[in-house]
């Protein structure tokens, strides 16, 4: 299934339709560049616990309003919020909005760990509130044609695939102080970085029944107490296998690639290289035959291969635009959003699950925490 064109369109009568910001750092920029491009959306409201922060985003984007209580903000008349938090704020806000009957469009990961997950999807059912989860890199042109490949039936529902992702992220990096402790961040390559890659992966290749994982911090010991390593296998229901590699510890970074394959052999890639640029490395499907090396590419020209995090985000704007004006047609058509919460679950499950087996040295069966409710992680027998 790909997804429906995003559209911004309103009917021309209606009112605009507000929507606040939660957390006014760096990926709020995206969402604001976003909304404000989407006919009929006016960002009435923001709010961050540092109350400067969010009078000067206000001020920078001319939006009316700046807070530093959320259920001050949700209050305001918004119908609609987005949360750019660190990963354990995202809870608390996305049920203040539920609260407040308010649809709300949170950043990845959903959450840091499937309990939260499961009160989020819970409370937002309740409150009859759309709930999204962004992951924008399922709107680059070579990643939906992967998906589209496999709903058109030119290839069939890959049998193997891979996760390999060589990020560079430094002291700098981590200097921020919610970076690389469980207790703020709820982990590290994974849950952060990768996890984009793992919602790619699971989107071409379908329900994952049992990880196999192993997570090490083995270069960034010095400033983060995360994991900068991770290595795990994937079976999925369809007893198709995969693996995944990530890691924050190469320099240059080499970017991410997720390859998958069918049974006749069909392959295709999407690569992630530069960090925030999604394009296709590897295409050959039926007749089809598309080769690209980036990383020659880059070598020869002399460009770097690591990019500023603003540019990186600055590449994203117009995938952040698409699924943000497809969330907010979802509001305004009463559909649901093409990535709900209940989308966003199934890669944090995996991830949830690879660092339980790290814990334990045992594989882990998805099953008993497909549905929201059921929260436990069981080691496999
Ligand atoms: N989709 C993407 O590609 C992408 C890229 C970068 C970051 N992100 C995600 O965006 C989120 C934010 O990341 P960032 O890099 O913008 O972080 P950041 O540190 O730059 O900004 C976070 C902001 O939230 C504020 N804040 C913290 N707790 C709050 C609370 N309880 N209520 C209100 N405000 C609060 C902080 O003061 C800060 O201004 C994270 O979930 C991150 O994973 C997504």
Redesign the pocket.
């Known amino acids: 299934m790909s997804y429906p064109a995003a559209s911004g369109a309103q009917s021309p009568a209606s009112k605009p339709l507000r929507v606040g910001i939660?957390?006014?750092?760096?990926?709020?920029i995206?969402h604001v560049h976003a909304l404000q491009a989407i006919e009929g959306v006016e960002v009435s409201a923001v709010?961050?616990?540092?109350a400067q922060?969010a009078r000067a985003f206000a001020d920078a984007y001319g939006i009316r309003h700046a807070f530093d209580d959320?259920d001050a903000m949700l209050s305001s008349g918004i119908e609609v919020a987005t949360?750019?938090?660190?990963?354990p704020?995202?809870e608390?806000?996305v049920l203040a909005a539920a609260r407040h009957g308010v649809h709300v469009l949170c950043?990845?990961?959903i959450a840091v760990d499937l309990d939260q997950a499961d009160r989020m999807i819970a409370a937002t059912d309740a409150a009859g509130v759309r709930f999204g989860v962004?992951?924008?890199?399922r709107f680059w042109p070579a990643a939906q044609r992967i998906r589209a490949a496999i709903d058109e039936g030119r290839m069939t529902a890959p049998i193997t695939g891979s996760v390999i992702a060589r990020f560079r992220r430094d002291a700098e990096y981590y200097a921020?102080p919610?970076r690389g402790r469980w207790d703020t961040e709820g982990g590290g390559v994974l849950i952060?970085q990768a996890i984009?890659h793992v919602d790619l992966l699971l989107w071409f290749m379908g329900p994952a029944k049992r990880v196999f994982g192993r997570i090490a911090t083995l270069a960034h010991g010095e400033f983060i107490e995360v994991e900068d390593t991770a290595v795990a296998t994937i079976e999925f229901e369809s007893g198709a296998l995969a693996t995944i590699h990530a890691s924050t510890t190469f320099d240059p970074g080499h970017g991410v690639q997720v390859l998958v394959s069918d049974r006749a052999g069909n392959t295709a890639s999407v690569l992630e290289f530069p960090e925030g640029t999604g394009l296709t490395d590897v295409w050959s499907v039926g007749d089809e035959r598309e080769y690209r090396d980036p990383y020659a590419d880059a070598f020869r020209a002399g460009q770097p291969f690591d990019i500023p995090i603003a540019e990186i985000?600055g590449g994203?704007v117009p995938y952040?635009a698409l699924q943000i004006a497809e969330f907010i047609d979802a509001v305004r058509n009463g559909r649901e959003p093409v990535v709900t919460g209940r989308e966003a679950r199934k890669s944090l499950a995996v991830i949830a699950a690879i660092y339980e087996s790290s814990k334990t040295g045992m594989p882990i069966d998805l099953a008993a925490t497909r549905s929201a409710g059921a929260n436990a992680v069981t080691t496999a027998a």
């Open positions: 939660i957390g006014c750092g760096k990926i709020a995206n709010v961050d616990v540092d922060r959320v949360v750019c938090t660190p990963h704020a995202h608390a806000n950043e990845k990961p962004v992951f924008q890199r921020e919610w952060n984009h985000h994203l952040h």
